[in-house]
């Protein structure tokens, strides 16, 4: 099981804002929540992650809900390279496995 | 440069013919993952390594085999018990498992592996 959920696809306009969400409604108390996309026929790469405190980092900015059980990754403008296929996952305390669900693929429209 | 390395990029295997994946990393990380990746589809787990000499299944291990011998390399064996091995297929390392931030996850650039 993935234990995330997020929407199979999402839209948007070029620099415009993008909000994508993600339910992680059995997190734990310890469990990091990461964000990770994913261009064609390459391997994901490292956005951004967050534990409690919404984050900003140069790519994105994260926003935990207070009880954790959503989040929701922000791109402040987005751009025709940000078009590609966004994970959401948790590292999962209670055991070793890093679970990547499908994942939304986000277009951009120009 | 420090990173993960793949190879080969691109791999033709005829049916009942096992093949062997590699995936070499610089990083001195501890934990090594083994995804694969079916067209449209999210990643799935194969096994998992935290350290040198173990490694664990994922959840879609049948008819795939790991060794993990030294720290730097993880290399995957799709042998012919695996029915559909047509995919693309992913390693990850990570610093750092088990209890407390895993760190980032790092990726290679996959291996396309097509049976014929």
């Known amino acids: 099981d993935a234990k995330t959920t997020q929407p199979n696809s999402m839209e948007s306009n070029e620099e415009e804002p993008v909000h994508l969400p993600c339910n992680h409604s059995t997190i734990s108390g310890t469990d990091y929540i990461h964000w990770y996309r994913q261009l064609p026929s390459q391997g994901p790469e490292y956005v951004i992650h967050g534990l409690t405190s919404n984050v900003n980092n140069r790519m994105a900015s994260l926003a935990i809900a207070e009880d954790r059980k959503s989040s929701t990754l922000i791109l402040h403008r987005a751009t025709l390279r940000d078009a590609a296929v966004y994970y959401c996952i948790l590292t999962l305390n209670r055991d070793d496995k890093i679970i990547f669900g499908k994942g939304t693929r986000l277009h951009i429209l120009p | 440069d420090g990173g993960i390395t793949q190879s080969p990029k691109y791999l033709f295997r005829k049916e009942g013919q096992n093949v062997t994946l590699s995936c070499e990393q610089n990083?001195?990380?501890?934990?090594m993952y083994w995804y694969r990746q079916d067209p449209g589809q999210g990643l799935r787990l194969i096994y998992y390594?935290?350290?040198?000499?173990?490694?664990q299944k994922g959840d879609i291990a049948e008819g795939y085999s790991v060794s993990r011998e030294k720290k730097e390399s993880f290399p995957l064996t799709v042998t012919s018990a695996q029915k559909n091995p047509t995919a693309f297929y992913l390693c990850?390392?990570?610093?750092?498992?088990?209890?407390?931030?895993?760190?980032?996850?790092?990726f290679g650039e996959g291996s396309r592996l097509t049976v014929l």
């Open positions: 990083l001195n990380h501890d934990a």
């Open positions: 990850a390392s990570s610093p750092s498992t088990s209890g407390v931030f895993i760190g980032e996850l790092f």
């Open positions: 390594s935290q350290i040198v000499n173990d490694f």
